[in-house]
Each structure stands twice: as C-alpha cells, then as structure tokens.
C-alpha cells in the first residue's frame, strides 16, 4: 500500500500498546500530532483518528459533512480481502450506514420499539438469567468469566424482549458467538468471500439473519407487546428484508458491547486496588466500577467511523474527500476538559463519549438497557462469588482486536465452590 504524503509521519493504529496500555498510546499520538493524526491501520491503510473531544463532538454533530455510508470512501477499491477490520467498513442494507431521511425513519422505529420493553421486567429476566449462568460452574470453583458469563449474558436476555421461544434462544445465542468469534462486527460476514472471523462464521451469521427474516414474517400485522412487533409493525417500517436487517443489528449492538462492558468491568473490580477494597462491599460499589469503565476501559475504543462528504478541515488538518475519519472515543474520554480525576467522581459525571454522540450515537434507551444487563451481572456476581480472585496474572490476559475494541478473551477465576440456586 502506497502512504499518501499526508501520512508520511504516520502513527500506527495497531499492535500490542493498544491492548497494554491503550490511554499511554492515544496520549503519545496526541501530543506528537494534535488532536486529529493521522494513522496506518493494519497493512498501511491510512486513516484520520479523532482524538479530541471537542472535535469528535464536531464530527458527529455534522452528518452532513461526515457521513456514514462507507461507499463513499476513497480506499475502497484498494482493501484487500480478508483484511481484518473490513467488518467494520464493510456497506450493508442496515440502519448503521444509512444516512438522512431513512436514517432517522429508521432509526425511530427502533428507538420506540425499544422504549416499548418494559425495564423492571428486564431487569428481572437479566437476574434470573445471570443466576442460571452462574449455576453452571459454581460447584466448579473455578470459570472463564468472559465464555460462561460476560458473552452469554446479554443475547440470552434480549432474546426474551425479542420474543424468541425458550428452546430456541441458547442456540440463536451460540450462533451468535460464533458470528463474532474474533470480536469483529458481524453484519457484512455474508458479503464477503473471505472471512477474517474464523471458520462457521459465516454460516452462524446467515442462520440467524434468517431466524429474523422468519420472526418479522410471523409477526408482520399481528401487532403485540414485545420489542420485535413493536419494530415490524411500527408506522415507519420498511421491506421485510430491511426489519430483519434491523432486527440483527439491534441484536448485535446489544451483544458485544454490553458483554465487553461486563467482562471489562468484572477485571476492574478484580485487579484494581481501589475496586478490590470494594468488592465486599457489593452492589453498592457496582455502579463506581460501571462508570469508571466507560470512562478509562471503554468497550468501544475507536468507531470505523466516518467519511468526509466533501473537502474539509478538522483540527488543524486538511481532510479529503472520501476519507475515513475514526471517532477516537476512548482518546476524548481521556481529555483532561472532561475526564473525572477519579473513580469516586465519575459517577456524577456522565459526559463520555462511550455510548458515541449524535444521530448514530446509542439510543438512549438502548443505553438504559445495556445498564440494566451489566449492572445486574456485576450484582449477581458480587452477591454469588464474592471471594473470586484472578486465576492468572494480571499482564496475561489477552485482548481481542485492541485497536476498535477493548474486551477480553477470556477472564479466568477461582471461588470457594458452593451450592446452585436451584438446589436451595
């Protein structure tokens, strides 16, 4: 790959400091290129990162001039196959790249069908799930807390709003897992002939468009109460084909960030020494470490991203046509205008940019969902294991795709084995 002039001095947007220290690394790039630099993603792809929060704020407060479809990016032509991060670029027919009119009908749509679930209800099929999960392994003593919990938390919930049958959700749930194995988005795994997510990917993948092509077809004009037939017969619904799209994107979005948010959660309260100190303490001290996450161990590190419409400036440099602007979320959390000193402040400060900003940021009541699922899972492992410690050092834990996402492989425990819920 040929590096245009304007990233001759490049900073590289890969590599291990991403996954040991990600705030060290956006800081050095900032200080060394301002609040905008720019990058080589892997194989030398060049990019903008946003690192600023003034100026990721700029960005996703202007869709006019940087869009979200991705046909428009100028290296569209030259990305190899099975190049890592296509996922997250890769165009399809769902809400996420839509732009404008269709963006917000869209968009509406599933905003109300998600105001439509009803939050203590949620709240507690997410216990009675997280204690099911937690049944498996607790005569065990030990568990990976990211396989057995983080990652099969949130599908198996959602799937209740969805109104998927019981028998039928832990296999929508494993094809799920298997869909994004490798931590990457899988909305475009049926687009492309090679797949960087791992062998059945794909097949997960089309196995469970095709539970949503069937769930809107069952449920078109048999209007009811449940999340999916409020989207499939709200006013502003489109083609089948386009529901079911949406109904996926919906379910994935719920997945993985909730899960990272979880998992990355759980090792703060298991290796910090703040959160250690706490970890009797239990419910209570939940929502700092929620907080404190979201704020220092985003799951979403950077959002590939934007395309600029037209010619432009952002932060001092002068951005092209057709190129990709990365919305740098982790970076603008760590700016010292807004970032909290510490944990015990970040809990009234809700300024963060993890949940992204503007018309493609998180719906906020997908928002108060996904806060529902992670602070019941913390709950309820407080409240089931609270003498688990770390079964390995901190340093060994393995970090999938560092540079768009910060979750966790695996987080293996120990506990004093006890008795399942069901038994008492």
């Known amino acids: 790959m040929r590096v245009p002039p304007s990233h001759r001095d490049a900073a590289q947007l890969h590599g291990q400091e991403f996954a040991i220290d990600p705030a060290a690394a956006y800081l050095a790039i900032r200080r060394r290129h301002g609040p905008v630099a720019p990058v080589l993603l892997d194989g030398d792809i060049p990019a903008w990162l946003v690192l600023a929060y003034r100026e990721v704020h700029q960005v996703t ?3 006019q001039l940087f869009g979200r479809d991705s046909r428009r990016w100028n290296m569209r032509d030259q990305i190899p196959p099975g190049w890592p991060l296509l996922p997250f670029v890769t165009w399809d027919p769902t809400v996420v790249y839509a732009e404008g009119e269709e963006h917000q009908r869209r968009a509406g749509g599933i905003g109300d069908a998600l ?8 709240a507690r099929i997410c216990q009675r799930t997280a204690d099911q999960l937690i049944d498996i392994f607790i005569r065990d003593g030990k568990a990976d807390l990211i396989a057995q919990y ?11 709003p969805y109104g998927l049958r019981e028998d039928e959700i832990p296999g929508i749930a494993a094809d799920l897992l298997t869909a994004d194995a490798q931590g990457a988005d899988p909305r475009s795994a ?26 809107v077809s069952d449920l078109r004009g048999q209007p009811g109460i449940g999340l999916a037939s409020q989207l499939v017969n709200h006013p502003s619904a489109g083609s089948n084909e386009e529901l079911a799209m949406d109904m996926y994107t919906v379910l994935v979005n719920a997945q993985q960030p909730t899960a990272d948010w979880i998992g990355n959660t759980l090792r703060l309260m298991l290796t910090d020494d703040h959160f250690s ?3 009797q303490g239990g419910r209570s001290s939940a929502d700092y470490a929620l907080t404190e996450v979201l704020w220092k161990d985003p799951p ?6 934007r395309w600029a419409v037209r010619d432009c400036e952002l932060g001092g440099r002068r951005i092209r046509e057709g190129d990709l602007v990365i919305l740098g979320l982790a970076a603008a959390n760590a700016d010292p205008q807004v970032r909290p000193d510490s944990f015990s402040e970040a809990g009234a400060n809700r300024a963060h940019m993890s949940f992204a900003h503007g018309e493609h940021s998180c719906p906020e009541a997908a928002t108060e969902m996904a ?9 309820v492992f407080l409240d089931r294991m609270p003498d688990a410690e770390l079964a390995v050092a901190p340093e060994a834990l393995h970090w999938r795709q560092p540079e768009a996402v910060r ?6 425990v120990t506990f004093t084995p006890a008795t399942a819920a069901k038994d008492r």
């Open 61 to 63: 407060s202007n869709p």
């Open 115 to 122: 105001d439509s679930v009803d939050q203590a209800e949620l």
């Open 150 to 160: 983080a990652r099969q938390l949130p599908i198996r919930v959602m799937g209740r």
């Open 190 to 215: 049926g687009t492309r002939s090679t797949d960087p997510r791992g062998p059945g990917a794909r097949e997960a993948y089309e196995r469970t468009v095709g539970r949503m092509n069937q769930l």
């Open 277 to 279: 100190l706490l970890l």
């Open 300 to 305: 979403v590190q950077n959002v590939l991203g």
């Open 371 to 379: 806060e529902i699922i992670a602070r019941t899972a913390v709950e």
């Open 407 to 412: 979750g966790l492989a695996s987080l293996p």
